[in-house]
DNA sequence: ACCTGAACACCGTTCAAGT
DNA sequence: ACCTGAACACCGTTCAAGT
């Protein structure tokens, strides 16, 4: 069955977020558009209503499918350095950075506002939470190790991941001054960023 | 000189840009057009030309207002609060977290890459420049007085922003924990956040 | 159930023309 | 110098119709 005329693909909503991703990749946010994708993946421009509600519900799956894989590639990493929850930390928070560097408006699609009600995509809310259990995880395991404060590790969580998410916006929109960038890699500035925070 | 026909101001310029500010918070970022705003300011939808070059101009426009607005209020803070560096990064956080609420889609704009290259608009560069020199003050007087770690302040004011960033990020998402919110009032949050990265 | 094509309202931007 | 109105290409979304 070589040809099916028009009807095309026997998956066309993976299809369709397989497009978006690409789009987003070459033509930014901006130019991500129902139509591009739907021309993209061979389909007339009304097609991806059979498959999604509207546009933001595109967008939504698209992050959703991003968080699988933040997930999927932080887990392979915390399984790399079982042996020490501070090496674990510092490696997640590289990963993160490269997840970042790697996409940037995939990124900028799933941090920053573009998917405007959230709450209303369950799988995304769920997705993310999942994501964020990973690093509460890793944080669980340094305080008890003593290499972070105690307390809430609900928060602790959070300013970790906000250390590190502050950080790579800066990266992502080239507001790091050249001098910082010219003296330390990547790699050194996440770690100083890390040391911030952690017991000595 | 009561009406001069359809002219208009003398200064349409920031009447766009108020103009702007206002369709903002009331539709939101998605819903902030061009057209729209010179409805808004009663000219027609191709006089916002003769002052920028196109939509991004005018949202850089937007962008460097608000900033200038931070620096204004973050600067008061400071003064009003002299005596201890400390007390004087947490009014700075706290006052930060008020200026995302106050606006939040406003915010959104000055700081989620809504701006697509910034790096064109020489003003704004030079204005949030400004806003994190005063973050890097306090740094530096937490540093002297041994409130923060020593090393480089820029990095060290990263760090700092980071962590109060990240926390207004997931704040106006909406994805803070119920339970926490529940837990802890606004400010008490930021309190925390700070005292992971202060010695104590 | 899945897809098409015509249609509609809205958008950013260009351009020739008016004051 | 500042603004208008017509025009163009592009967009999200709806709907009746086709398989």
New interface residues.
């Given amino acids: 069955m070589p040809k099916k005329k028009n009807y095309h693909h026997g998956d066309l909503k993976n299809a369709l977020i397989k497009a978006g991703v690409e789009i987003l990749a070459k033509d930014?946010?901006?130019g991500l558009s129902l139509r591009k994708v739907a021309l993209k993946a061979g389909v007339s421009h009304t097609a991806p209503y059979s498959h999604f509600a509207d546009k933001q519900a595109l967008i939504a799956a698209i992050s959703t499918e991003g968080f699988r894989q933040l997930y999927k590639r932080v887990s392979a990493v915390i399984d790399e350095y079982q042996t020490k929850p501070s090496t674990q930390l510092v490696e997640v928070a590289w990963a993160y950075v490269q997840f970042a560097m790697d996409d940037p408006d995939r990124f900028?699609v799933m941090?920053?506002?573009v998917l405007?009600k959230?709450?209303e995509y369950p799988e995304f809310v769920a997705e993310?939470q999942r994501s964020f259990q990973l690093v509460k995880m890793i944080v669980e395991a340094n305080q008890t190790s003593g290499k972070l404060?105690g307390?809430?590790s609900?928060?602790?969580a959070?300013?970790v991941?906000?250390?590190?998410?502050?950080?790579v916006?800066?990266l992502?929109?080239?507001?790091?001054?050249h001098?910082?960038l010219e003296q330390k890699s990547l790699r050194e500035?996440v770690e100083?960023?890390l040391?911030?925070?952690m017991v000595k």
């Fill in positions: 930014g946010v901006s900028k941090f920053s506002g405007e959230e709450k993310s404060r307390g809430s609900d928060l602790a959070l300013s991941w906000g250390i590190i998410h502050g950080f916006l800066l992502l929109e080239g507001q790091i001054p001098a910082i500035l100083f960023q040391e911030q925070i």
